[in-house]
């Protein structure tokens, strides 16, 4: 019982600094039922939660000069932090698209049925639970529930409420009966990676649930290993969902058509540059992740071709993954169809 309270408390004070002005914005929003605004029609404004690897195609676009190339003019390109004060800027009209994953357009969606899917842009969930070398567990080849059952009772950072890194959790802690939020403690960093790997080296977290590249950094710097990861087959209910995405308000879609569309067609071209380009690919994503060592760049470049979607498009089959999931954690309450929240040119 005692853990039950100290995680509700924590959560509370934590998440209080991180997503409160956020979400009594969309709260408000969806009391007023207004429409979202729409910034200048000339200009595109790009948001995104961070500078984790989901985003790298929109880093490949902008220095490759595909948005230019395709008629794009971008604006204001902020880093948010949270999902919930991403969502808050596409609903006031600060940014036009907004650069998350898939639990940040469904929770927008439940305050805005004007709210849509526009590009896919990972195929993997991409966020990994991360621990300290002297973690007390099962090796990370053991059984995952097993792996699961040894972080009951933990600190567990995450980068806030109602996030992807939640997410996962829940989904994990379900599947051994448990429920994250009474039977660990979760604890909300926002999405800068020094201040995950901080907390994680100096013990204020005993694991982290994060988006890459925090996992790699961490193993990188000796400071811990990635123990359980969706991305390598760790959990196979989560194989191929749509998970970093893109997504907007019909409003702007309205208004600003054929922006969006010269940005999707950037996005086309942006990832098969990725697959098709690796030493230039290997130096944008050392500008675009500046700091990180040699070693971490090389294996997040492993990967990108195995995780990154094939184009914005997005298949029925795994956006109802993604609609199943969120519906079993109970992060979405009612997910659209896909035929309502995907429009036709989004669609493979």
Known sequence: MSINRTAITRRTLLGSAVG????????????KGGAASVSDTGILNVGQISDSVAFFPLHVAEQQGFFEANGVKLGERPRLGTGAKLAAALKSGAIDLAAGV???????????????LTAGLVT??????????????PAEQAPLNDRVSALVGKKIGI??????????LVHLFQQIGKDAN????????????????????????DALSFFQPIGQV?????????????????????????????????AVLDAKKTMVDGFNKSMDQALQFIRQDKDTTRTLLKSYLQGTPDGVIDSLLALLPEEMSASHAISRAAYDKSKDF???????KNPPDFATFVPQASQA
Request: charged share 15%; glycine share 14%; net charge negative.
């Open 182 to 205: 009474k039977d660990a403690t979760l604890v909300n960093l926002g999405a800068a990676t020094t201040a995950a790997v901080g907390a994680l080296k100096s013990k204020q977290v």
């Open 102 to 116: 898939t639990t940040d357009a469904f929770n927008l969606y439940e305050v805005d049925k004007t709210a849509r």
């Open 20 to 31: 409160l002005s956020a979400t009594a914005l969309l709260a408000g929003c969806a009391k």
């Open 159 to 168: 980068t806030g409420p109602g996030s992807g890194t939640e997410a996962l």
């Open 124 to 137: 993997e969930y991409y966020v990994d639970v991360v621990v300290g070398n002297d973690f007390a567990g």
């Open 326 to 332: 969120h519906m079993q954690t109970g992060l979405a």
């Open 218 to 250: 961490a193993a990188g710097e000796g400071t811990g290993k990635i123990y359980i990861s969706p991305q390598r087959g760790d959990v196979p209910s989560l194989a191929g969902v749509v998970h970093g995405c893109v997504f907007s308000t019909t």
